[in-house]
Nanobody
Framework: QVQLVESGGGLVQPGGSLRLSCVAS??????????MGWYRQAPGKQRELVAA???????NYADSVKGRFTISRDNAKNTVYLQMKSLKPEDTAVYYC??????????WGQGTQVTVSS
């Protein structure tokens, strides 16, 4: 498994922006073959997929964030990003980074809190 560490969360006003980062580490990892995703979990709700990017850089987004969030990856830095714009109070959640590759169990980060409030 790969170890994942998220950063970049915080408190932001509605309409504001944040960029989350997730750095992968581990002995002999081949980050470029991993599919990476960002999930979020709000209090009392199930964890949901926000955005994902494949090893071939194909992306997909939850309908609720399309046009506002952008996922990207930098394989040279073993890092995946989530650029979030036009944030809404309903985006408030703990955001988790996920790494997936065939033959191994999923890897998860510890999560980073995003709070959108005035």
């Amino acid at each position: 498994q790969v170890q994942l560490v998220e950063s970049g969360g915080g408190l932001v006003q509605p309409g504001g922006s944040l960029r989350l980062s997730c750095v992968a580490s581990g002995t002999g990892i081949a980050f470029n073959i991993y599919s990476m995703g960002w999930y979020r979990q709000a209090p009392g709700k199930q964890r949901e997929l926000v955005a994902a990017i494949s090893s071939g850089r194909t992306t997909n987004y939850a309908d609720s964030v399309k046009g506002r969030f952008t996922i990207s990856r930098d394989n040279a830095k073993n890092t995946v990003y989530l650029q979030m714009k036009s944030l809404k109070p309903e985006d408030t959640a703990v955001y988790y980074c996920n790494g997936r590759v065939a033959g191994l169990s999923d890897s998860w980060g510890q999560g980073t809190q995003v709070t959108v409030s005035s």
